[in-house]
T-cell receptor
Framework: RKEVEQDPGPFNVPEGATVAFNCTYS??????FFWYRQDCRKEPKLLMS???SGNEDGRFTAQLNRASQYISLLIRDSKLSDSATYLC???????????FGTGTQLKVEL | NAGVTQTPKFQVLKTGQSMTLQCAQD?????MSWYRQDPGMGLRLIHY???????DQGEVPNGYNVSRSTTEDFPLRLLSAAPSQTSVYFC??????????????FGPGTRLTVT
């Protein structure tokens, strides 16, 4: 089983839609969780950290479910500019290593 | 504040050639790392450094060397290029302490093709 798994998509949604992605992780000792955004042929950029209590940043909401070992990203009122690949990143407890998922591709259409 | 810079942006090598990918950051970050990104594989860690003079191997270190003589620079050397090293290479840095620890900043990447 991969350490971090994501549905590759693509998720094709109309502008204004709400879309959610999940990411599962295998190491129950994982301690830090992040969502990164990567545009086509560009570098990954941090979108948001994921806190235990869940957190929101504008149209984006991230949640952590430790019991089921997954994190989620919810995007409300999708914009064309949200089209990108979203990478889930997990840090196992006690170490420096960050493990990246392969990403979920989102395409927002008119 | 340029963040993380990488050169070159594109490179084509012949099998057996060697070259150095340059990486520099101006954020005074202690932690720097090199990743490669291949389709369907995600980002994989090649080498990393927790500070000047200290380097260690990641999950795919074979065929690559690194050194860290200053906080700012972290070059990646390909010793004898192979077609399997065709990939996009990203350098990243992050602070090692404070609330933003583990929040990585990536350079724009180097697209390498080995023929």
């Amino acid at each position: 089983r991969k350490e971090v798994e994501q549905d590759p998509g693509p998720f094709n949604v109309p502008e204004g839609a709400t879309v959610a992605f999940n990411c599962t992780y295998s190491n129950s000792a994982s301690q830090s969780f992040f969502w990164y955004r990567q545009d086509c042929r560009k570098e990954p950029k941090l979108l948001m950290s994921v806190y235990s209590s869940g957190n929101e940043d504008g149209r984006f909401t991230a949640q952590l479910n430790r019991a089921s070992q997954y994190i989620s990203l919810l995007i409300r009122d999708s914009k064309l500019s949200d089209s990108a690949t979203y990478l889930c990143v997990v840090r196992a407890g006690g170490g420096n290593k960050l493990t990246f998922g392969t990403g979920t591709q989102l395409k927002v259409e008119l | 504040n340029a963040g993380v810079t990488q050169t070159p942006k594109f490179q084509v090598l012949k099998t057996g050639q060697s070259m150095t990918l340059q990486c520099a950051q101006d954020m005074n970050h202690e932690y720097m790392s090199w990743y490669r990104q291949d389709p369907g594989m995600g980002l994989r860690l090649i080498h990393y450094s927790v500070g000047a003079g200290i380097t260690d191997q990641g999950e795919v270190p074979n065929g690559y060397n690194v050194s860290r003589s200053t906080t700012e620079d972290f070059p990646l050397r390909l010793l004898s290029a192979a077609p399997s090293q065709t990939s996009v290479y990203f350098c990243a840095s992050r602070p090692s302490t404070g609330p933003a620890t583990y929040e990585q900043y990536f350079g724009p990447g180097t697209r390498l093709t080995v023929t």
